[in-house]
């Protein structure tokens, strides 16, 4: 499996960036997917992650009702669109997926797929 993500840049307080994730693998509708970011000196973080058939979803608190991820199997693409961005909120986003994994699964050692990470940087 092959992840590839996209979309990061840098952006104002208060605004919004979409990311968006590729998968190169069959049987999309069999992984479960999430994204992470990681700060300059931090330890990775759980940010969101979806289901695989019935794209259940599970937020970090800090994200909630500010972040929504989707995913299209038939494409297999996920996207997080970021919204009221926050200078906290600027990290490297990573997305990831494991064929065991649940939605509300925010170990990033039990995620086997990782893309190569995008950077998002909120000015304030």
């Known amino acids: 499996v092959q992840l590839q993500a996209s979309g990061g840049g840098l952006v104002q307080a208060g605004g919004s960036l979409r990311l968006s994730c590729s998968a190169s693998?069959?049987?999309?509708?069999?992984?479960?997917m999430g994204w992470f970011r990681q700060a300059p000196g931090k330890e990775r973080e759980f940010v969101v992650g979806i289901s695989r058939r019935f794209y259940t979803t599970y937020y970090a608190d800090s994200v909630k009702g500010r972040f929504t991820i989707s995913r299209d199997n038939a494409q297999a693409m996920v996207w997080l669109q970021m919204n009221r961005l926050e200078p906290e909120d600027t990290a490297v986003y990573f997305c990831?997926?494991?064929?065991?994994?649940?939605?509300?699964?925010?170990?990033?050692?039990?995620?086997?797929?990782w893309g190569q990470g995008t950077q998002v940087t909120v000015s304030s």
């Open positions: 990831a997926g494991d064929r065991n994994a649940g939605s509300g699964e925010t170990d990033p050692t039990k995620y086997n797929f």
């Open positions: 693998v069959s049987g999309f509708n069999t992984v479960a």
